[in-house]
């Protein structure tokens, strides 16, 4: 298992990664079975803040790399 700077990473199938994807298997069983559960604006805050959170833990860690972590249309930009 590699470590990072701030601790051990996650292990694969390890009691945190099963409760994570538990906790991600419920959210979708509510976003399939009420939609509007959650109002869109709240969604995108939720969205856009996972994703500040994740580049922020890969730039902290030293793993962001521009040609990898960015979206994939940002990606292809970046190469050029």
Request: glycine residues 0%; aromatic residues 6%.
């Given at each position: 298992?590699?470590?990072s700077r701030f601790g051990e990473s996650l292990d694969q199938f390890s009691t945190e990664h099963i409760a994570v994807l538990a906790l991600m298997a419920i959210a979708i069983a509510?976003?399939?079975k009420a939609?509007?559960?959650m109002p869109?604006?709240?969604l995108a805050v939720a969205i856009g803040g996972a994703f500040?959170?994740?580049y922020g833990a890969n730039a902290l860690d030293g793993t962001w790399d521009w040609g990898f972590n960015l979206p994939l249309h940002v990606s292809d930009v970046s190469r050029c």
């Open positions: 298992m590699d470590q509510v976003a399939v939609p509007r559960f869109p604006k709240l500040v959170v994740e």
